[in-house]
């Protein structure tokens, strides 16, 4: 969903004062990275490895944010840069794009140095998989509202209960994806990049598709929907595909297997 978040700016992300966080471009960087998930946090706040472009498209012009999340978020884990190489032709970049999509193991881009000057140059392509990847999930059945019962506004109870899991989660070093149910049909998305307790509640630093960069979110006991969005929000998704990068670790960092030669292999069976 496209739309201005009410207090999108209005504190400073707690992840603002970490290092600038360079993208993986040897196997030892990326295989060492992926077991920090500080080192993780900082990578996926950083503008340089999020989309160049915002979220935007898709059906009645009403934006691709759960998909634009996703794909930053697969590719953050799955992607090594070889800026040194040249840079892939139109159907190779197809692939890389296909690859990250479907979180099918990690992917090795040639001739770019990170998420956002590849997103640069390959804008349309990209956008066009997140189009694609809206329709195959559901489309006009609205099937891709996976999880999300349709309330913008629970008990305070049910909310703190929410989000106390939620932060349990991101303390075991995953970023969350999750879904904001609007009032009516109406649904959004965003990364739960970190997450801090307070006196009385959380402060969450989300990267959300509508924006660079991360910004903060407060949480305060009592409330019954967040202020942003003014929005219920649904963990979705994580456990799956945290297993599937799991997956494409070790069959890369163990075994040297990229998605490109899981796919080789199954094409000769």
Known sequence: MKWKAFTAFAATSLIAAWAHAKAPTTKAEFCEMAHKPAAMRALLADTENQLSFTNRGGLG?????????????????????????????????RQIIMDISANRGVVEIPGFKNLSEFSYAHRN???QALEEGQIVDGGLMFGWVRGVTG?????????K?????????????????QMLQIEGITAHAWLVVDMKRTANGYILTVHDSNYKGTYNV????GMTQLSDYQAVPYTSRNMMDYASYE???????????????????RSKR
């Not at 407060?218 to 006991?221: A, I, K, N, R």
């Open 218 to 221: 407060v949480y305060s006991d």
């Open 125 to 127: 392509e990209i956008q």
């Open 151 to 159: 309330n913008h506004s629970i008990p305070a109870a049910e909310m």
């Open 61 to 93: 012009d009403a934006g691709v944010c759960w998909w634009h999340s996703m794909f930053t978020r697969n590719a953050n884990y799955l992607t090594i840069y070889r800026p040194e190489e040249p840079r892939p032709n139109r159907n190779e970049v």
């Open 247 to 265: 997956t494409a670790l070790k069959n890369f960092c163990k075994r040297g297997f990229t998605a490109k030669d899981l796919r080789a292999s």
């Open 161 to 177: 209960k929410r989000m106390d899991e939620l932060y349990v989660e991101v303390s075991k070093g995953i970023i969350p994806y």
